[in-house]
């Protein structure tokens, strides 16, 4: 026996099994894809290595990676090389950045659901206090401690009914959450201080509440204050477009404390009166729809997301996919921090047990499956990478023109940003007087002051475009708007603006000049020189400055002066052009008003073909 435990004898037992007969792997026969599957997904459908398809694709001279989309004609090329009958799937995803119910409810089926509430107004008009008011309205049990946990969203219960509230940063979130596609809120109420008045945010939050369509409650706060004028706020309100049912208009107001909790009963009142003429309803009994609030990775529990189911239930154990990520829920909590099993439609929770942190605004559903969920996630961020590198939300001119020549569009929206407000009211005038059949402008929003990365994220969400008269935006939000492809259009004479927007709703777009920006310098230092004028001694802070071009002269987001750049010098000698983080003399023709902190902004023209 010990002779066989020779090196020898074991020599020869290793050749022996290595003559034994070599074992059949049975391949699947048929395999199902879809359009822009990788290769390492067809690979794991077909059970094989992913290095033996792309060796197959580079014999078809295709060379691909394992993360690489394939066509429909590739796959077929791929399986017919290994002898396996292909069959295209039916995409189930009609759109990559939302989930489509794919079974629409039954009437029969819908019950009545919470509303779900935003709270917006200006910094300091007390919405976070008014929310605090409304939370302890809401008397929570001892076992829990009376705290409530912050997860973005909570519910009070007001007669037994309950009140879903989000607890956002404010309407730039709200906005941005809208922009992703993604309705959430119900209800808004607009927060206005009896003191205070109607201020800058304000009439933000209007904005972006009225483009979103939900209905509008406006909460005068601070009611407690002695000498307070609440006709001024109704005034003021009237003239944005809200006018109280007091004075024959269509929207709610209430006069609320949140300093003594008068008038918080009546709001809560409101907010559910609003809900029963709205009838918002749901179907418990299906798989789980809704949105992600918020999300972050939390060292000591992983990956931690907050909820809102909006349909269906959703259940502890569930196979979920959030945006493009996906898991299992391994756990899941209400706003009080208490384990639960299941969440109904209007609830928020929040959960532990996906693989990546989502983004806020992201749509979820559940699947039936860990396979499928993984697979749908995959999918996904697929479709995202390939709209973001090369499809805009936004809208062109070129692109409302083209539409407006298909019949697709029926309205445009415009931004209007100018150096005053009578300005931006008689550009609004204008645009909304042009009569053209069958179109017409709808003016979002026409205020004083310099474009500001509101205007882009409403323009984003809404798919407007912004006209700036007199005014430039820095450059911050011109790069947001480059970012969103948000389209910008810069004005100085109003009939210039009209005949342009004209020119898009006919459809018929002529060839235009189109400014190129070629870069800005801040004014750090003056020198006053006899016969030159005033020498600004300057930073290039973005792009270049270039000899002889035109320039801006801006000052706190407004435009000053237009003209011609008169020198640009680096150190001392002439410049064709200095470029960014280099310092550099400018002189203006014929202006020497310059001032420490100025941008001078120089630009250009190229011609832009028509359609």
């Known amino acids: 026996m010990a002779k066989n435990f020779s090196r020898k004898n074991r020599g020869r037992n290793n050749r022996n099994r290595r003559k034994s007969a070599p074992i059949k792997i049975n391949y699947p026969t048929t395999v199902s894809y879809y359009e822009g599957i990788t290769v390492g997904a067809l690979a794991k459908r077909l059970e094989r290595k992913s290095g033996e398809i792309i060796k197959i694709l580079f014999k078809l001279g295709s060379m691909a990676t394992i993360n690489d989309p394939l066509s429909a004609d590739l796959v077929e090329l791929i399986t017919l090389e290994l002898g396996v009958e292909a069959t295209l799937e039916v995409d189930f995803i009609e759109n990559e950045m939302d989930f489509e119910q794919d079974v629409e409810d039954k009437e029969e089926d819908l019950v009545e659901r919470a509303p779900v509430v935003t709270i917006m107004g200006h910094v300091d008009h007390g919405k976070t206090s008014l929310l605090d008011t409304i939370r302890k309205t809401d008397v929570t049990d001892g076992e829990f401690g009376g705290i409530t946990q912050h997860i973005g969203a909570y519910q009070v219960n007001v007669d037994g009914k309950p009140i879903t509230f989000l607890d956002t940063p404010g309407h730039e979130a709200f906005t941005a959450m809208r922009a992703r596609g993604t309705k959430v809120t119900d209800i808004v109420i607009i927060v206005v201080a009896a003191d205070d008045g109607v201020m800058p945010q304000t009439k933000e939050a209007i904005d972006h509440a009225l483009v979103a369509k939900s209905p509008i409650i406006v909460a005068i706060n601070k009611i407690d204050k002695p000498g307070v004028n609440t006709d001024r706020i109704l005034s003021e309100m009237s003239e944005l477009g809200l006018v109280t049912e007091a004075w024959g208009g269509e929207t709610m107001f209430v006069e609320v404390s949140a300093k003594t909790g008068q008038g918080v009963d009546e709001l809560l009142e409101s907010i559910q009166l609003l809900a029963e003429v709205s009838e918002l309803k749901a179907n418990p009994n299906r798989a789980a729809l809704g949105t992600a609030i918020e999300a972050e990775l939390d060292k000591g529990r ?140 709808n003016v979002l929003r026409a205020q004083a002051g310099g474009i500001t990365e509101s205007d882009v994220m409403l323009a984003h969400a809404s798919k407007a475009v912004i006209y700036g008269f007199n005014v430039r935006p820095n450059a911050n939000v011109r790069a947001k708007a480059a970012e969103d492809k948000v389209t910008i259009r810069l004005h100085n004479v109003i009939y210039k603006l009209v005949e342009e927007m004209e020119s898009v709703m006919k459809g018929m777009l002529d060839p235009i000049f189109e400014e190129v920006v070629f870069g800005q310098a801040e004014v750090r230092e003056t020198y006053k020189v006899s016969k030159v004028g005033t020498i600004a001694g300057c930073m290039v802070t973005e792009g270049k400055m270039v000899r002889g071009s035109q320039i801006r002269l801006i000052r706190d987001d407004i435009v000053i002066y237009e003209g011609e750049m008169g020198s640009l010098k680096r150190f001392n000698d002439d410049a064709k052009e200095v470029a960014r983080g280099f310092e550099c003399g400018i002189t203006i023709k014929n202006f020497n008003d310059l001032k420490n902190g100025d941008i001078i902004e120089s630009h250009g023209e190229e011609e832009v073909p028509a359609i």
Request: charged share 30%.
């Open 302 to 441: 992983g990956v931690v997301a907050s909820l809102l189911v909006q349909n269906g239930t959703l259940r502890h154990g569930d196979y979920i996919v959030v945006g493009t990520t996906s898991g299992r829920i391994r756990k899941m909590t209400d706003h009080h921090g208490k384990d639960i099993e299941f969440a109904l439609p209007s609830t928020p929770v929040e959960i532990l047990g996906l693989n990546e942190v989502p983004i806020a605004g992201d749509s979820f559903r559940v699947f039936e499956d860990e396979k499928t969920a993984k697979e749908v996630a995959s999918r996904k961020k697929q479709l995202l990478d390939a709209a973001e590198r090369g499809i805009s939300s936004a809208m062109s001119l070129e692109d409302l023109a083209k539409q407006i020549l298909e019949g697709d569009m029926k309205e445009i929206p415009v931004i209007v940003k100018s150096d005053v407000q009578g300005t931006a009211e008689a550009v609004k005038s204008s645009l909304e007087k042009i009569d053209v059949a069958g179109v017409r402008v």
